[in-house]
């Protein structure tokens, strides 16, 4: 049995320690934000992140996870109340089949947590492991972007 | 700081003593950037695969950044050092250098005009060049594309901002002699030795270096350390569990992998990506030299464990990894942690390089300490940019307990060699150099 | 023509699953789309196969619509834009509209989902539709208000007419009303009227992607849903000599082994348990594989070595000319399509009724192969289309349909769920086939072309279902179907010698297409097809002779346009770039121009852009990509802009970085590390793309329109910077570091 949070929920996982995360996400929790891309840490499609930062849960056995904090993208928020990297995805548009956002949208949550003013190359650095191929890339860095835009300024409102 | 404390004794007694009979370098005389017609293709390309062997562009590009532009930050014991542009750029690289100047500066690491330079810059090795080939290295930069580009400037603490204080470390050591041939030797050891010790530089980073930064030469390969990674003894000091032949390393060099010993990683990834396109003679003779260190006296070649799939017939489409291991219930946290994120790919037998090398050879597990082992879980392989290569995902997700319990098993069992001790400073300090941008992007400074 | 079978092919044993055919290929699907190629009834798009109003849209009594289509959604935005053409003609808010797609069950047969003929034939179809079902309504309240119809108008779902007559659409309709042929004609509605066409309408599917909604095949948990996996041969024509499946089958949570001749597969009530059990029985299984593949690293050769099928698809004027300024041979590898998600199905029997979810592009074909597979009637296997990742023609969808069924035939009651791994998908897809074009042009005095040859070779790319034998299920079994035969795609969509035909005015020129009836390599349909290569080679032609005339590349195209259409999207893009003012590119810097009309059918679309080259590593970055597009009337300008931005990036990665490796017995590219695409660090600077407004013109699809003149113009862009004309992709870091070396360019 393993124990830890996701999206701020404890729970205790039945499945043997040594299954990755993501078979847990999608079976057991019935998630379906981390997405069944390669199982080998290649394409980003599965990430997470975990105390904040960015994993590929296809690779992460659970037995790593006692007691720590998973996010996924269920955790950023609705389709009825998106979170800001959300709501910038939908308003730039950025997404063809859409398959390898989630894992771009928690790439770039925990950019922006660390680096509310990222630049481009900073944007690009951060995304390289995650793989779209629809070509959705301008986008998405738009996207980002946006969603930097609109952190900020939440940030302002809050002071 | 008792580092820099003696550093800073020595350099003013050295510097005191040294200053006007040594230090003094004049400016030379600025040129017209040549034309490119002013050079041979020939020695333009010779100098090409020269630069190629010492790895120039490797320090002299910024990440992302046009190749000899440089800007690339440096960390060094004592502070962040930039490497300078050396594209022919009249204003901010070399353009305005005579030849002379570009010899000067390496083979006596100062500048053009008359700047002692630092010895992150490996003059100490560049010395053993010849005249032609330093000629054709300069062709060869003079004929690049001009880029305007300034050096962030270096982050050093007082006294060894003071470029004078070089001169002192100069007179204590370094002392340069010409190449001589080993006329006991055939003419390609003798190149190898030429190239290993000379522009390659290998030793800058296999070579331990004292307080002062200086390569120990009595213990020339014993083993060094080059931006937070472990460069590993080479020749009679090695750690690996398969001897290197000169086969092997001629492999290694050339294609970045080697069946028995692994894959290039850390700074040694862009070393052989260059001298991938390097003459072929050049890294055969390098490896001639390279073998003839000599081999760990108690070592021998160990059968290598055979692959879970020995008949070599695993359906590759189904995946390269391994199915769990059944594992009684008394097995260690170590051997469990390995058993579900490790084995699946190390032990699945999909050839190098882009399989999981076979742990038992592998030289970071052998090594001395366990920094290099600890980048790689932390850090990973992260992809090529665009060329098949291996790819492995990083582990930072492991916390301490979970990583030390493997780093011990990983040592004693698959290894067979005593526990590293003291693992958790070696864990906190890879960590750190791990980790993302920590609050700031740094490219951009602190608020 | 020449007719051949090789011997080899006709040695290959009832194991190999790839065999030379060539019997005609023509009897089924002459077209990529499976839509026949001749009009049954002359009605507009796909109503002229299904022409009933009401299996195209139904009202409820509440005022909300139904839309029925065949097209499936693949990420390209077909939903949102078919809804946009439904609301628009019939007045009805989009949020009163519900879709749905692809489902043999319940919606029209249009084929495949493919050839960027969605919105031409299904949104033509639901344009009409919509537009007579409104006029309909509008009758009937004619008819029962007793009043004139030119006194009623049709706005948000009411009928309104003089003196507060207000029905809803949900009092007019009637269970009859509907059931009715389309008529040849409609009244549509003005481009200047339109309110949701033509607008930038955001993507209704988006907001469930970007939250973790249920978007997904891979998404769906049915009750008592079972996870199955496959064990597929290691290579092509693998013989499976012997298995234990015993100490799999003992393993706790296992289900079942399922085993059909070289068919294995597992089923697990847990989708880690199924992953263990897959790689157990991999172990176990023992294979005798053959050397069948050609040598990699001299394709072309073996390409062209093959018994042909040669057609003549262009031939006007003298085009042998006694000598040609060039003669250029531009080669492709095998591509693989490269969905990031692999193919994933879920199939349920119950009873004598086979369902199956799939992400196939063709639903009634799909189901036509499988039943055909599992010797049951079409009418008791269902194919209901869920979303996959993005699939760029046929990857592994249709092949993890039947593997799903196969197991669940096998465990009857409990759906059962296949999702391939990464190396099947990489390993079986179909790939985007390996090509050799060969292109020669001769120059007049007058710097004008006066002849022009165009050969190309190329296997079929049109291997779809239908019959049962283009399904990997379907060749392993114990009693195999026999392979499908090629298709050899007609004119003038074409399949290899899609573009092969130049749209420039050529008055002596002659293009052939020699069909390759044997597969060295799996393949079939990769987005554009031959056109590709083809756009690759004639834009790499044209920049070349343009060259060498001494004309400016731009100016070149121009003079041997007439179509008005081709100059505007031309003029437009080199506009918007500056492409006559572009100044003197910093040394590595280069400029590309390439333009083609895809399928010398579809849209308009050119493109000029500049790179920065790294010349001592080949490192290319495209620093800014202009574009220019006519798709004929827009449904949504940013779904037009998002499908020709993806297609821009999307042919960077082919022509930079990819290519299928092989052995002689096995695909060895089966991962992201062996099969490396473009990553963030590569991405294009600046992506800008432009619409040339075409209102009221028939629609022209969009998604394959970049492609060819993306891969030309960087072709071109690197001639441009180091004077050196690269014809074999990829365009890789060591082909552009070597032509670097070579001496500069003259300017």
Not at chain 3, 523 to 543: C, H, K, P, Q, W
Not at chain 3, 580 to 588: F, L, N, Q, Y
């Amino acid at each position: 049995m393993t124990t830890f949070t996701v999206n701020g929920t404890r729970r205790t996982i039945a499945a043997a320690p040594d299954t990755p995360l993501l078979y847990v996400l999608r079976g057991e929790l019935e998630l379906n934000g981390a997405k069944f891309g390669c199982g080998l840490g290649q394409c980003g499609a599965c990430t997470v992140l975990v105390d904040g930062e960015p994993v590929f849960s296809c690779v992460t056995p659970v037995m790593l996870l006692e007691g720590r904090a998973v996010r996924t993208l269920e955790g950023l928020g609705s389709a009825e109340a998106p979170g800001p990297v959300q709501a910038a995805f939908i308003a730039e548009q950025a997404a063809q089949c859409g398959y390898c956002i989630a894992g771009m949208i928690m790439r770039a949550q925990a950019l922006l947590e660390r680096d509310g003013d990222p630049d481009d190359a900073a944007i690009l650095a951060a995304l390289e492991p995650s793989l779209c191929r629809c070509g959705t890339h301008v986008r998405i860095v738009r996207a980002v972007k946006r969603a930097a835009r609109a952190m900020a300024g939440k940030m302002e409102a809050v002071r | 700081m008792k580092r820099v404390l003696l550093l800073s004794l020595v350099a003013a007694g050295c510097g005191a003593l040294a200053a006007l009979a040594y230090a003094w370098h004049g400016e030379m005389a600025p040129v017209s950037p040549p034309p490119a017609a002013a050079f041979e293709r020939a020695q333009i390309e010779r100098g090409a695969s020269l630069a190629l062997i010492g790895d120039c562009r490797t320090c002299h590009t910024a990440p992302g950044g046009p190749t000899f532009a440089g800007g690339l930050a440096m960390p060094t014991p004592f502070g962040t050092i930039y490497s300078t542009n050396i594209t022919p750029d009249p204003e901010t690289g070399i353009g305005r250098w005579p030849l002379a100047a570009f010899v000067r500066a390496m083979r006596e690491g100062v500048d053009r005009e008359g700047r002692h330079l630092y010895p992150a810059f490996p003059y100490d090795h560049f010395s053993l060049t010849t005249d032609a080939d330093l000629a054709a290295l300069y062709a060869f930069l003079m004929t690049r594309a001009p880029v305007v580009a300034t050096a962030p400037a270096n982050q050093l603490p007082f006294p060894i901002n003071i470029r004078l204080v070089l001169a002192g470390w100069k007179l204590l050591f370094f002392h340069p002699e010409p190449f001589a041939n080993n006329p006991a030797r055939d003419a390609a050891w003798n190149r190898g030795r030429y190239l290993v010790e000379g522009l390659a530089h290998c030793g800058a980073c296999h070579t331990p270096r004292n307080l002062m930064g200086a390569e120990i030469r009595s213990r020339a390969f014993a083993g060094g350390e080059a931006e937070g990674w472990t460069a590993y003894p080479l020749g009679a000091q090695s750690p690996v569990r398969v001897p290197w032949t000169k086969a092997a390393l001629a492999q290694y060099l050339r294609e970045g992998w080697q069946a028995d010993h692994g894959v290039a990683l850390g700074p040694m990834g862009p070393v052989t990506e260059n001298l991938a396109e390097a003459p072929a003679q050049d890294i055969e003779a390098m490896a001639d030299y390279l073998a003839s260190l000599g081999t760990p006296a108690s070592k021998t070649a160990m059968p290598k464990a055979p692959a879970p799939d020995a008949s070599g017939q695993r359906p590759q489409s189904t995946g390269w990894q391994a199915a769990a291991i059944a594992l009684p219930a008394d097995t260690g946290a170590g051997r469990r942690v390995f058993a579900a994120a490790c084995a699946v790919c190390h032990q699945a037998g999909r050839p190098l390089p882009l399989g999981g090398v076979d742990l038992a050879l592998s030289t970071a597990l052998a090594a001395e300490t366990p920094q290099n082992l600890l980048n790689l879980i932390l850090r990973g392989v992260p992809a090529a940019d665009g060329l098949a290569a291996p790819v492995m995902p990083p582990f930072a997700a492991m916390d301490d307990t979970a990583l030390t319990a493997l780093l011990d098993y990983l040592r004693r069992d698959i290894a067979a060699r005593p526990a590293w001790p003291d693992l958790a400073p070696a864990i906190t300090a890879a960590r750190r150099a791990a980790s993302p941008q920590t609050n700031v992007n740094p490219a951009k400074g602190a608020p | 023509m020449t007719q051949a079978l090789s011997r080899r092919a006709v040695l290959r044993g009832t194991g190999a699953l790839i065999l030379a055919f060539s019997l005609s290929g023509r009897a089924f699907a002459q077209t990529e789309t499976g839509a026949s190629a001749t009009p049954l009834r002359g009605l507009p798009g796909s109503l002229d196969a299904t022409p009933r109003l009401d299996a195209w849209i139904r009202i409820a009594p509440d005022g909300t619509a139904t839309i029925f289509t065949g097209k499936a959604e693949l990420g390209q935005g077909i939903r949102t834009a078919l809804l946009q053409v439904a609301a628009e003609e019939l007045k009805l808010p989009l949020s009163r509209l519900d879709l749905i797609t692809a489902d043999t069950g319940r919606t029209p047969n249009e084929g495949y989902t493919a050839a960027s003929h969605s919105v031409q034939d299904s949104g033509t179809a639901i344009r009409n539709a919509a537009a007579q079902v409104r006029e309909i309504l509008i009758g009937e309240a004619a008819r029962r208000a007793g009043v004139a119809r030119a006194d009623l108008i049709a706005r948000d779902g009411v009928i309104a007419g003089p003196a507060g007559l207000r029905l809803s659409y949900g009092e007019l309709v009637s269970d009859t009303l509907l059931h009715v042929d389309a008529a040849p004609t409609s009244i549509l509605t003005d481009p200047r009227d339109f309110t949701v066409m033509d607008r930038p309408v955001p993507r209704v599917d988006i907001p469930a992607k970007v939250t973790g909604g249920a978007a997904y095949v891979q998404d769906m948990r049915l009750p008592g849903m079972v996870h199955g996996r496959i064990v597929r041969p290691p290579s092509y024509g693998a013989r499976l000599v012997a298995l234990d499946a015993g100490p799999v089958e003992a393993m706790p949570g296992v289900l079942k082994v399922v085993r059909d001749g070289a068919f294995l597969g597992v089923i697990a009530e847990q989708e880690w348990t199924a992953i263990q059990a897959m790689r157990r029985l991999a172990t176990l299984a023992r294979w005798e594989e053959t050397a069948q593949l050609p040598d990699e690293a001299r394709l072309p050769e073996a390409l062209m070595a093959l018994p042909t099928r040669d057609t003549t698809i262009l031939d006007v004027g003298q085009p042998d000319a006694p000598s040609f300024t060039l003669d250029t041979l531009f080669t492709r590898p095998y591509l693989s399509h490269g969905s990031i998600g692999p193919s994933c199905a879920i199939a349920h029997l119950e009873g004598d009724a086979m369902m199956v979810w799939t992400h196939t592009q063709g639903v009634y074909p799909l189901r036509d192969a499988l039943a055909g597979l599992l010797a049951m009637p079409p009418e008791k296997v269902r194919c209901i289309h869920a979303e996959g990742a993005g699939c760029y023609g046929q990857n592994g969808a249709d092949d993890a349909g039947a593997d799903a069924a196969m197991l669940a035939r096998a465990l009857p009651g409990r759906p059962v769920r296949v999702q391939w791994m990464r190396e099947q998908e990489h390993a079986w897809e179909p790939f985007g086939p390996g090509m050799v074009a060969r292109v020669r042009a001769a120059l007049g005095p007058d710097g004008a072309i006066t002849a022009w040859q165009h050969d190309v070779w190329s296997q079929s790319h049109m291997m779809r279902p239908g019959p049962p034998g283009t399904l990997l299920a379907a060749r392993d079994k114990a009693e195999p179907f026999p392979p499908a035969p090629p298709v050899d795609l007609p004119m003038p969509e074409g399949g290899g010698d899609r573009n092969a035909v130049p749209l420039y005015v050529l008055p002596n020129a002659r293009a052939v297409n020699h069909f390759l009836p044997e597969m060295p390599l799996r393949g079939s349909s990769m987005r554009s097809l031959g056109g590709y290569l083809n756009v690759f080679a004639i834009e790499s032609t044209m920049d070349e002779l343009a060259r060498r005339a001494g004309q400016d590349p731009v100016e070149f195209r121009m003079r041997h346009l007439q179509d008005e259409r081709a100059k505007a999207v031309i003029t437009t893009a080199a506009e918007r770039f500056g492409w006559k003012d572009r100044p003197k590119p910093p040394a590595g810097g280069g400029y590309g121009f390439a333009f083609a009309r895809y399928k010398n059918l579809e849209a308009y679309c050119a493109i000029a852009l500049e790179v920065a080259i790294d010349a001592d590593t080949g490192r290319l970055i495209v620093t800014r990509v202009m574009a220019a597009v006519d798709t004929g009337q827009v449904v949504n300008p940013d779904g037009v802009r998002n499908q020709i931005e993806g297609g821009i990036v999307q042919a960077t990665s082919w022509t930079l970085f990819e290519g299928v490796r092989f052995d002689r017995r096995r695909i060895t590219s089966v991962d992201w590390a062996a099969y490396p695409i473009l990553r963030f660090s590569r991405v294009p600077r600046a992506v800008e793309v432009h619409i040339v407004p075409r209102p009221g013109l028939p629609f022209l699809g969009a998604g394959e329109a970049a492609q060819g003149p993306m891969g030309a113009a960087l072709g071109n862009a690197i001639r441009d910077a180091s004077g050196q004309r690269l014809a074999t992709l990829p365009l890789d870091a060591s082909r552009i570091r070597h032509a670097m070396m070579d001496p500069p360019p003259l300017r």
